[in-house]
């Protein structure tokens, strides 16, 4: 970079600064307070945090005693590291990783200064948020595994390094189309589910009964990792010239949303935001024009869907090895439980067209079916793949609960319907309404309910799964189904 | 001799937002093959009127009938007569063009659709963007989608807020002399339109609502 625009981008920042100046509409005091409050909380919810993990730790100990136990739990502590790269890489490229808003894409990007100037910042910034990221994650996940204080130091730091070696090759390819992000990410969600495959079919090494590595090698590939993540930093670094207007503002604007839904504890608008991000970046398909007539012609728009959206079904057939993962670390009481979360959070991508129909009233009003007709339609999809899902999980819930053939399958039956309703419940679900009468909070008048938005879909879960983990017989699943049914038919009735 | 009711009669039409009379008292009739528009000034109400004789809102008091029955938007049979595009139209995003006028035409059990897809797509314009997805249309070009699923589908009555909205001067030609040619079909229309050419093509009735 040259002298002369080191200055112009200096001036920018001072101009920033001075126009700023006198406009502020706090006081130090204010200032001072809101810091002492947001340093307080962060403490607070931190030492919850250390102690949840902890005890989760110590019950983990007490509960996992076979062989079988203490081999997988060592092995998800790399498994949770390989799976948090992958994640970091998609997140990336999802929103860059270096991105600007709107705003400063139209004014600051089209003025003659350094671009690789603006933009250092903000990679300083996408680092830093991701370092603090996987140091969470690789000292929560190698806590839980079982590991002792130098090991979990070791591990944290070796993941934090990771995730920012991961973020910035994400950025160094910002430029071009991708394909070697894409490529990379699915390598290692790959290589994160052949792990789980292996940790429930109870193929993975032994877990070592003294310390898994001497303390100076573990350093010494901590360091080597932390090297390469310094050359990716520096070589993106230098590459922040080169991104392109094109590749810096969609993921702006694509955050701006996210975090304007998130204000508004809305997720199924979030939902939204990432679909229609997705297709938006495909522009055209193939059309089909075929398929039968009546609701099933929706019906067969879902099938065409699934053909478009091969890695969303991709990700649920994968996703089937969980419960029996669960079964293998000793946890099968809760299999049932993890089954029909996995199901409701990889299912949710399956119902864009129930979400579509649901939140536009003129394209519903288009069908010359009932409302209830449509979203009935609009479902079929979705809970037929449910149905296999559970299908393919029976062994599972048959060795999870003891029970007979008959029983585990009305098990997995019920886990399949509790899932359906719980989808349904989250893309259902009506809006916050600003209209009626808000309740005072400090964050200032938020509608009543709004909070518990975010448990929707998640109430469903425990509400109907509970009768099998108190009792996990036929009676159990029978109950379980009835509520799942009475829910499911109660979501998709209401107008 | 038995007199045959209007196609669409409203009688009484009264909307109330909290204290403000959004609404009052709007009485009108759309007899089949003709047209009527609703124009004023922004605020008059237009809008509000459409959605409550549509169902997509509800009226503080009065009536809305089609061919002298109540219109329930709920009912099958009023939602196969009744073609409504108003300004809350959007699309599915992973479906293309003509995929969303194909589904369309399937729901509704028409029969040729692959004809009557092929022909609406021409006479929108759309033919050339036929496996384009609904976002990287132009404003326009959704527009022109959102009229296609009227047209594309079985109906009796057109009910249309500002149909003319973000369409070209060459749109604007042929969206006249498309409404036209429905009013011959024997359908009826009624619109909300602040163009006063396409009003004046089109409209045989014209009921102006003033500000409140």
Not at chain 1, 361 to 384: S, Y
Not at chain 2, 85 to 111: C, G, K, N, Q
Request: charged residues 15%; proline residues 6%.
């Amino acid at each position: 970079m040259t002298r002369a625009s080191r200055r112009e981008v200096r001036e920018l920042r001072q101009q920033a600064r001075e126009w700023r100046r006198g406009r502020a509409d706090t006081t130090l005091m204010e200032v001072l307070s809101d810091a002492y409050i947001a340093l307080f909380a962060t403490c607070m919810l931190s030492a919850m945090a250390v102690s949840a993990v902890h005890q989760t730790r110590l019950s983990i100990s007490a509960s996992c005693t076979t062989t079988e136990c203490t081999d997988a739990r060592f092995s998800s502590a790399w498994v949770c590291v390989t799976a948090m790269i992958a994640v970091t890489l998609v997140a990336g490229r999802a929103v860059g990783p270096v991105q600007v808003s709107p705003a400063e894409g139209s004014w600051l990007l089209a003025t003659p200064v350094d671009r690789a100037a603006v933009l250092r910042p903000r990679l300083g910034l996408v680092a830093a948020v991701t370092a603090l990221c996987a140091a969470v994650a690789g000292s929560v996940a190698s806590t839980l595994a079982g590991f002792g204080a130098p090991a979990i130091g070791l591990v944290a730091a070796a993941a934090t390094a990771s995730g920012i070696a991961a973020a910035m090759f994400a950025a160094l390819v910002q430029p071009h189309d991708g394909w070697a992000t894409r490529l990379l990410t699915w390598t290692l969600g790959v290589a994160t589910w052949i792990a789980l495959v292996l940790i429930a079919a109870d193929a993975v090494p032994a877990a070592p009964t003294s310390a898994p590595w001497a303390i100076t090698t573990g350093a010494a590939v901590t360091g080597a990792i932390w090297i390469g993540a310094a050359v990716l930093l520096v070589a993106s670094a230098r590459n922040l010239s080169r991104l392109h207007h094109n590749r810096l503002v969609p993921g702006g604007a694509l955050l701006a949303s996210l975090s304007g839904a998130l204000a508004g504890l809305d997720l199924t608008v979030m939902y939204d935001i990432l679909i229609a991000q997705k297709w938006l970046t495909r522009a055209t398909v193939t059309p089909v024009r075929s398929g039968p007539k009546g609701p099933w012609a929706l019906v067969w728009r879902d099938v065409i869907r699934l053909r478009r959206s091969v890695p969303s079904l991709v990700i649920l057939a994968a996703a089937a090895v969980v419960p029996y993962l669960v079964v293998a670390v000793d946890l099968g009481a809760l299999a049932v439980l993890a089954g029909a979360l996995t199901l409701f959070v990889t299912g949710v991508p399956l119902c864009s067209a129930l979400r579509t129909t649901n939140r536009n009233l003129g394209l519903m009003r288009c069908f010359p079916m009932p409302p209830e007709t449509v979203r009935a339609a609009c479902l079929v999809v979705p809970a037929a793949l449910t149905g296999v899902w559970s299908l393919a999980t029976l062994p599972a819930m048959h060795s999870a609960t003891s029970a007979t053939w008959g029983a585990s399958l009305m098990i997995a039956a019920a886990m399949a319907v509790t899932a359906l309703a719980a989808m349904a419940r989250w893309i259902l679900a009506p809006p916050p309404s600003y209209a009626q009468g808000l309740v005072a909070s400090p964050a200032g008048g938020i509608p009543p309910g709004l909070a518990f938005s975010l448990l929707r879909g998640f109430d469903v879960l425990i509400l109907a799964t509970a009768p099998i983990l108190i009792s996990p017989t036929s009676t159990g699943a029978v109950i379980s189904l009835l509520l799942a049914t009475g829910v499911l038919g109660i979501v998709v009735r209401r107008n | 001799m038995s007199q045959t009711p209007p196609l669409l009669r409203v009688r009484g039409l009264h909307r109330r937002f909290g204290d403000l009379d959004v609404i009052v008292d709007l009485d009108l009739e759309v007899d089949a093959g003709r047209a009527l528009a609703i124009t004023g000034p922004n605020g008059s109400g237009k809008s509000t009127a459409l959605r409550c004789i549509a169902g997509s809102d509800e009226p503080t008091a009065g009536t809305v009938e089609l061919d002298g029955k109540t219109l329930d938007e709920r009912s099958p049979a009023v939602r196969r007569d009744l073609a409504v595009v108003l300004d809350d139209m959007s699309f599915f995003p992973d479906l293309s063009v003509v995929e969303h006028l194909d589904l369309l035409a399937r729901a509704h059990s028409i029969e040729d659709i692959e004809g009557v897809v092929d022909a609406v797509l021409t006479d929108v314009g759309l033919l050339g963007q036929a496996g384009r997805l609904p976002g990287t249309l132009s404003s326009g070009q959704r527009r022109r989608l959102a009229l296609a699923t009227a047209f594309v589908r079985p109906r009796r009555l057109l009910i249309l807020d500002e149909p003319e909205q973000r369409l070209d001067s060459a749109g604007l030609t042929w969206l006249a002399e498309r409404l036209n040619a429905e009013k011959r079909d024997g359908l009826g229309i009624l619109l909300v339109s602040h163009d006063a050419a396409l009003v004046e093509s089109v409209a045989d009735d014209v009921l102006a609502l003033e500000p409140r």
